[in-house]
């Protein structure tokens, strides 16, 4: 089906270790977006792409690695992963005429 | 940098009410602003998009206005339903998307 998807749904996962987060969509949008929702910090943007082979660092970047060698993928990597990236995880595409953002369904991440 | 404000931050009105959903942004330099709903444990679904060129637009029994040059927004919703529980979140569109924290909105049967 048409649309972004998100893999894993669910990751826990412990401190330290390397965790990527894989986004898919299906629409060929050139921008693509990753952001984290947490309590009391709303939607924080950490990486965008605004085609293949070129990213950008948004509010939150620290600690987070992208790449993006496809257009249709967009994984994001904690190289390094902490507690404090304990979070949900957004992955977003954007129509390219009408800058409408839409998003996929989540990974929930836990770090312990 | 943007700053997206939404108030209330909660609300819960009886099933029938019409209501208003609140969104004021810092930075009036937008492309467009995006009216998000969040289900609990869920991802967003975009409900409306207006271009900084527009001043409203509608969608059923939803209509959303903008007004850039005083930096607000608003989501009407009219004759709601319990299932138009969700949290609202309005997005600004400039060099980048800032979202607001959202309304939490419960309609009670």
């Known amino acids: 089906d048409a649309g972004i998807t998100q893999s894993p749904r669910y990751k826990i996962t412990e401190t330290g270790r390397q965790v990527t987060l894989m986004c898919h969509q299906t629409?060929?949008?050139?921008?693509m977006f990753w952001y984290r929702q947490d309590l009391g910090h709303g939607l924080r943007l950490i990486y965008y792409s605004a085609a293949a082979d070129i990213t950008d660092k948004g509010e939150v970047p620290d600690g987070y690695v992208v790449s993006r060698s496809k257009t249709e993928n967009f994984p994001l990597t904690l190289e390094s992963a902490t507690r404090s990236q304990t979070s949900v995880y957004f992955c977003a595409s954007r129509r390219d005429r009408t800058l409408e953002q839409y998003f996929g369904p989540g990974t929930r991440l836990t770090v312990t | 940098k943007q700053e997206v404000t939404q108030i209330p931050a909660a609300l819960s009105v009886p099933e029938g009410e019409n209501l208003v959903l609140n969104c004021s942004f810092t930075?009036?330099?937008?492309?467009?602003l995006q009216w998000f709903r969040q289900d609990p444990g869920k991802g967003l679904t975009s409900l409306l998009l207006i271009q900084s060129s527009q001043r409203e637009q509608t969608s059923g029994r939803l209509n959303a206005s903008l007004d850039k040059s005083s930096g607000r927004s608003t989501l009407y919703i009219a004759a709601s339903q319990p299932g138009d529980s969700a949290t609202y979140l309005c997005a600004v569109n400039g060099n980048q998307f800032y979202f607001g924290t959202g309304t939490s909105l419960t309609v009670i049967p």
């Open positions: 629409w060929s949008h050139s921008y």
């Open positions: 930075d009036s330099a937008i492309y467009n």
